[in-house]
């Protein structure tokens, strides 16, 4: 999944706008004032960072341990980062990130 495909995705997301509070490398997807997406226009791969149930957060590290590893820079209980393009199916990067949309959304 290329970052252009991700934003229309995270975009499309009902109420869900994009901004740049950390600069211009990196992109925050938010919903009702909250974020629920990070994406790091600078890095290869490019990471997302994303919100998930504390009771997914590990098993999502285990069953990934290539692509998915605790939040940088955020609460490790309750956010993961991703690298794109790596072993990570596109339906579960989508999968994802609706979830952290939709705890956010809550």
């Keep these: 999944?290329?970052?252009?495909?991700?934003?229309d995705f995270?975009?499309?997301l009902p109420d869900s706008e994009e901004?740049?509070?950390f600069g211009p490398?990196?992109?925050?997807?938010?919903?009702?004032?909250?974020?629920?997406?990070?994406?790091d226009l600078v890095s290869s791969p490019p990471t997302i960072n994303y919100k998930a149930v504390p009771e997914d957060i590990l098993a999502q590290r285990e069953e990934f341990?290539?692509?998915?590893?605790?939040g940088y820079h955020m609460n490790k209980k309750?956010?993961?980062?991703?690298?794109?393009?790596?072993?990570?199916?596109?339906?579960?990067?989508?999968?994802f990130i609706r979830t952290s949309h939709s705890l956010i959304k809550k």
Aim: aromatic fraction near 12%; hydrophobic fraction near 40%; charged fraction near 20%.
């Design 10 to 12: 995270a975009l499309s």
């Design 65 to 70: 341990p290539d692509s998915v590893f605790p």
């Design 25 to 39: 490398n990196h992109l925050v997807f938010k919903t009702k004032g909250k974020m629920f997406l990070l994406l």
């Design 19 to 21: 901004c740049q509070p």
């Design 78 to 95: 309750h956010w993961n980062t991703m690298y794109l393009n790596r072993y990570l199916p596109q339906n579960k990067v989508l999968e």
């Design 1 to 7: 999944m290329d970052i252009l495909d991700l934003r």
